[in-house]
């Protein structure tokens, strides 16, 4: 489902001596099913972006549009922007709550009224997205699991929802390098179902390899839109922010210092790779 976002502005605490304004005439689009990413110093107001998006905000001027429909306008339906759009905190594990892994995938939607007869259908699928087997799992306690499984769990109770957008604010933050790299490998795998996604993170490496477009936010203002390659093509620009490049496209600039004539747009490892196995001669192993 698409996202526009037009002359978006908010501002914390106005008329008070601690007013800050925290977004400034925001405009952007977002196409039905891209993987974007949000990158930005702390402060910058991608948290802020994401929680006006997703209607935990109020008070901000401007539009949000989802699939067309204007949620921020006075009637809008707000209940079925939560049916439709589904928002993935920083260690989620820390919101899970019932006895049994079932049971806290089901409570989204039990609570949006789905009929109990769909709900154990929705429950098992939802697991199986996030590699867990239902069979296994739905009678244990998520306390009881690793961190990696517990965030799992808590994502599958957001997908039991059946989101046609999944927002992640640094869904990464805290795990293990493998664990990294399979919640990054699963959040492609959502994406090719069809579900737009909206990732903050930090992690530059992993939004060069994953993300097809890239929103950089710096001091409430959307400073830079475009493809990976596009972005971090602009180191003076990242840096003034406050922001850095891929480690893979930082190699390439020292190599480029050194003489190599290392060709632009390197910002993924698997491309560094293919020029060093080049230039050595050597097949990329």
Do not use: C, W
Not at 160 to 187: C, K, T, V
Not at 233 to 260: H, S, T, V, W
Request: aromatic share 8%.
């Amino acid at each position: 489902m698409s996202i526009t976002v037009k002359n978006l502005s908010y501002t914390y605490m106005p008329g008070t001596p601690f007013e800050h304004q925290a977004l400034k005439n925001v405009s952007f689009e977002i196409a039905d099913g891209e993987f974007v990413g949000i990158i930005g110093h702390t402060g910058s107001g991608k948290s802020t972006l994401i929680q006006v998006i997703s209607g935990l905000l109020d008070g901000a001027q401007g539009q949000v549009l989802i699939g067309g429909v204007d949620y921020m306008a006075k009637k809008a339906d707000r209940k079925q922007l939560r049916r439709t759009l589904g928002v993935v905190f920083q260690y989620p594990e820390y919101q899970l709550f019932e006895e049994t892994v079932e049971k806290d995938v089901a409570y989204g939607p039990r609570k949006m009224g789905i009929p109990e007869s769909e709900i154990a259908g929705r429950v098992r699928v939802a697991l199986e997205h996030v590699g867990i087997d239902y069979e296994l799992y739905k009678d244990k306690s998520p306390f009881s699991l690793s961190g990696g499984q517990k965030r799992k769990i808590a994502i599958a109770g957001v997908l039991a929802m059946e989101p046609s957008i999944l927002i992640l604010d640094e869904p990464i933050a805290g795990l293990d390098p493998m664990g990294r790299e399979n919640f990054m490998q699963l959040s492609r795998d959502l994406n090719e179902t069809g579900i737009t996604i909206l990732m903050i993170s930090h992690n530059m490496d992993n939004l060069a390899e994953y993300a097809g477009r890239v929103l950089v936010m710096n001091d409430g203002e959307l400073y830079l839109n475009g493809t990976p390659k596009q972005v971090f093509a602009q180191e003076e620009k990242l840096l003034a922010a406050g922001l850095d490049l891929p480690e893979a496209a930082k190699l390439a600039g020292q190599l480029r210092a050194r003489g190599m004539d290392v060709p632009p747009g390197i910002i993924r490892y698997d491309e560094m790779l293919g020029y060093l196995a080049e230039k050595l001669g050597g097949r990329e192993q």
